[in-house]
């Protein structure tokens, strides 16, 4: 194996800012993807609350709450459920015909019509 001729650096990836995560998870969200949490090193509750109100802005209005805690006598943890799919799961669980969430559509591009053959 030949030798390497420069030394190597590693460097830490960049500190991800919560509203750079809220960008990311969002655009995971419509795509239906999920963002690896590897990705988004986040470093403690203030951080991850942080990264969930920017995300839940860029989302819409708060519609319900989520609630729970690791095991008996610790501090809960909450989430925001965004008040679309809270409103779509409350009406799900009350027998009624939900609407899929409509995903935002790709720009329309027009097509060009192959010459006529002659």
Known sequence: MAAISRALTVTAPA????QIAAQALCRARLDG???SS????IQ???EAYAI???????IGPVGGWKVGAPGPGQQP???????AEFET???????????????????ATKKKKAPAKK
Do not use: E, S
Request: hydrophobic share 45%; net charge positive.
């Open 89 to 107: 799961w409350v009406k799900a669980k009350q027998g009624k015909k939900v609407k899929a969430a409509a995903k935002p559509k790709a720009k």
């Open 52 to 58: 969930q109100d920017a995300t839940l802005a860029a």
């Open 38 to 41: 590897a990705r988004l090193r």
């Open 44 to 46: 403690g509750h203030d």
């Open 77 to 83: 943890i909450c989430a925001p459920l965004p008040a």
């Open 15 to 18: 500190r991800v800012t919560p």
């Open 33 to 35: 993807r999920r963002v």
